[in-house]
């Protein structure tokens, strides 16, 4: 702090310096008079100059015999030092370029000094944020989870616990040769319990964990995030046993571009310093690095190959039994009500992740709390469901016109109706016509079974379905009086019938080519949109068909639609049963 005092004030010194300089050579010469070069002739011809000073500047000093000073314009001749001295008039040369070199320099030393000064700071700051940005936060003092802190999963917490057996029985396994996997890959979808399976992992094994992301190894500042990659590793090898967590490692961990200039040289460092951590662990350190990401596609392959992350672990989405524990997992905590039936709301949670389960538990006991209730009831429950699907109910309906409400009416009770009709194993658990703050005019829950495999008549049934509400409206109002209302239900049939031509192979005319391995190549793509629009013609064609054949169950839904605004399962398995 004192150096810097000092400096400063040396620098204050030298521009006060420099200006005052400045200043008193600007006054000096802003004092003398100047004269027209006509009337220096006509004095040099009366004999009144003494003395002129010369020099390469446009104007020259002239002292008359008088005492008077004043300056004129320099004409720049020749022979103009010749004729002054034949006019008896003393010259004195003068070199001005030192005069008004020494300012420049003395001008650019202070600038230079200046930048220098900055420049060094600047670099000394640079380094102490590398140094504390290097340094990677990893305390974590949140509770101990082990396994039985996490429902569901069971296939990976299985393929886990025999790496924490042998975190904790290292020698049983290397009497038979055994070597510790460096590294556990957990890839699955979002919200399906990675992290807290890392977690629970490090809790069960007893061991210190150490978790970061991958978006902290992304810096400005170049070799920074392999430092910080280098300054992880040495912590956990300062403690012995340990996990290191990497969360979203696909930030760090994408495919490297190899001679592709366009490719994060920063990005490969980066990557090349995990790479070089990972192979340079002893056997027998007992450090496990666990990673996480959604997208194990994208990932290099180095980072895949074995001796880095031996072990791939998919973590799903929860079947019917999964989800079930889940939610008594989130619920012993909480005091549910015995009307609660949490096999059926297992049931009712096809897709759901952990993470949404533990928000539908979360969101029924703020629900709870907000009408002051002592207990989570099965309502609180039914209206958590619908929050975390679609959003809450808008409650400001009086500007929604009655034309408004049949389209809508019309358009999910298509929807319904081309369910019930062409998948009878779903379950259309509720159908409502009223605005949801997630921007839905209305909406209808589709709940298809627990499957492993899609068939690809289901895939056909589920885009006659998404068309529905369109070919409800179309019906019903007329080809040009269709409506806005059905494009996300048109995104939603065009991706999965691109999905069945191109990944799925479920087209005769296209074949069994994949079109996401070949990529950007050269190929023609235009036969892939054309049976694209013509499938989706035809079934756009047998929707229609099959609404009109049964348009009075349409009809008979949209009324009771307009009516009540929403409809349970029972009453539409009620309705639908009159006429079908």
């Known amino acids: ?121 600047m670099s000394k700051q640079a380094a102490r944020e590398m140094s504390q940005m ?18 569901g999963n069971e296939e990976a917490k299985e393929a886990l616990m025999d790496l924490v057996d042998f975190m904790k029985n290292p020698e049983v396994y290397n009497k038979l040769g055994a070597r510790l996997p460096r590294g556990v890959l957990l890839y699955g979808p979002p919200g399906t319990g990675k992290t807290l399976l890392a977690k629970a992992m490090a809790g069960e094994a007893g061991v210190p964990f150490f978790p970061v992301s991958g978006s902290d190894f992304v810096q400005v500042y170049a070799g920074l995030g392999a430092s910080r990659i280098r300054e992880l590793f040495k912590k956990a090898k300062e403690v012995g046993k340990s996990v290191i967590f990497i969360d979203e490692i696909d930030c760090l961990g994408k495919k490297r571009q190899g001679n592709n200039f366009a490719g994060s040289e920063e990005g490969d460092r980066t990557l090349n310093a995990l790479l070089t951590e990972m ?7 007992g450090i496990i690095v666990v990673a996480a990401t959604n997208r194990i596609d994208i990932l290099d392959e180095a980072l895949l190959r074995p001796g880095r992350f031996d072990r791939q672990i998919e973590v799903n989405l929860p079947d019917v039994n999964g989800r079930y524990k889940i939610l008594k997992l989130h619920s012993e905590n909480k005091p549910i009500s015995k009307d609660v039936d949490l096999r059926k709301l297992a049931l009712d949670t096809v897709y759901f992740s952990g993470a949404k ?62 369910t019930k009709l062409v998948a009878k194993e779903n379950r259309v658990s509720k159908v409502s016509i009223i605005p949801s703050t997630k921007g839905m005019g209305g909406f209808s829950i589709n709940l298809p ?22 070919a409800a409206e179309e019906i019903i109002f007329g080809k040009d009086f269709v409506t806005t209302g059905a494009s996300s239900d048109l995104e939603k049939a065009t991706e999965m019938t691109l999905s069945m031509i191109a990944l799925l192979g479920m087209d005769e005319e296209v074949g069994l080519v994949n079109y996401k391995v070949v990529g950007n190549r050269n190929l023609d793509n235009k036969l892939v949109l054309d049976r694209a629009k013509e499938i989706l013609d035809k079934l756009y064609l047998e929707t229609k068909k099959l609404l009109m054949d049964n348009i009075e169950s349409l009809k008979i839904l949209a009324n009771n639609l307009i009516e009540k605004e929403v409809l349970s399962e029972e009453e539409i398995n009620h309705l639908i049963s009159i006429e079908i």
């Open 1 to 121: 702090m004192k150096f810097n005092k000092k400096i400063k004030i040396t620098l204050t010194i030298f521009v006060m310096i420099a200006l005052l300089s400045t200043g008193f050579l600007y006054m000096k010469n802003k004092n003398i008079e100047e004269i027209p070069y006509t009337l220096f002739l006509s004095h040099v011809e009366k004999d009144l100059v003494e003395e002129v000073e010369l020099s390469n500047s446009e104007k020259f000093k002239v002292i008359l015999k008088n005492g008077s000073v004043f300056i004129t314009d320099n004409p720049r001749k020749e022979s103009f030092k010749e004729e002054l001295l034949l006019n008896n008039i003393k010259v004195i040369e003068k070199d001005e370029t030192i005069s008004q070199t020494i300012p420049m320099l003395f001008t650019i030393f202070i600038m230079g000094f200046l930048l220098f000064h900055i420049s060094r700071n």
């Open 134 to 151: 290097s340094k990677i936060d990893t305390e974590n003092n949140s509770k101990r989870l082990t396994f039985s802190d996490v429902a």
């Open 279 to 285: 192979s340079g662990f002893n056997d027998n350190d």
């Open 357 to 418: 389960l533990e928000s539908l538990m979360n969101e029924a006991a703020i629900l709870a709390a907000k009408e002051k209730s002592n207990e989570i009831t099965s309502d609180h429950i039914s209206k958590a469901y619908y929050t975390v699907l679609v959003g809450d109910e808008k409650k400001d309906r009086s500007t929604i016109n009655l034309r408004d409400k049949e389209i809508t009416a019309y358009h999910e009770a298509g929807h319904a109706l081309v």
């Open 449 to 470: 079974p627990d499957k492993m495999y899609q068939s690809k008549k289901d895939i056909l049934s589920n885009i006659m379905i998404a068309l529905g509400g369109r």
